[in-house]
């Protein structure tokens, strides 16, 4: 039986396309920026400028053992050792999430086992409709995908007095109000947002 105290080591779990060529890029990738390794490392720690063949990828992220959890249940002294590698996009990361935050990205939203999945972007949101009467709860933004961002925008039209309030991965926050004219930020709009902005300001690659 093997002692995993000291070897410490990278796992990248695909379900839909099975690429050994982008498999052996990614590992090799995060062994040479040490994703995850040393004192301190984050729930998420990312390496950008990375790139593989046709695939639109730019980054390689790695999650840690709390995070991913592979071997939970199975072999502790493993997992503990055993940091989650996968191609992502740099859009999808702040860099200072949560250990809470980041085991709901890994679980629900980025889907990193799926190689062929679209970018999920880092978005925050809060929003009030006074038409459909829908709404977040609380002054802060909560986690949400550009799916829902979009929907929200359309609704606005014709609800006086609604907002949509979003963050991206950079911080950035932008406020869309409807009021007979479009508002962002308090500046007047000529049109509604389109979903070539918001991909854009999202950092969709």
Known sequence: MGDHRQARGYRMNSLDVHDEGLT????EFARQQR???????RPFTIAADFSYGTYRFDAVAAAAPSVHG???GRNEALNEV??????AYQCEFRGDESPEEALLRFK??????????????????????????GG????????????????????????????????????QVWK????GSWLVNGAVQDAPPSETWVTSVLGWP
């Open 24 to 27: 052996r890029a990614v590992l």
């Open 35 to 41: 994703l995850g390794r040393g004192p301190g490392s």
């Open 70 to 72: 592979y071997h939970d």
């Open 82 to 87: 055993v940091s989650a590698v996968f191609p």
């Open 108 to 133: 629900r939203m980025l889907r990193p086992t799926i190689i062929s999945r679209p970018p999920a972007p880092y978005l925050r949101m809060r929003y009030e409709n006074t038409r459909t009467d």
């Open 136 to 171: 977040s709860v609380g002054p802060s933004h909560g986690f949400t995908t550009h799916d829902v961002l979009l929907r929200e925008l359309r609704l606005l039209e014709g609800a006086p007095g609604s907002f949509v309030e979003f963050e991206n991965a950079s911080g």
């Open 176 to 179: 869309v109000e409807w009021n």
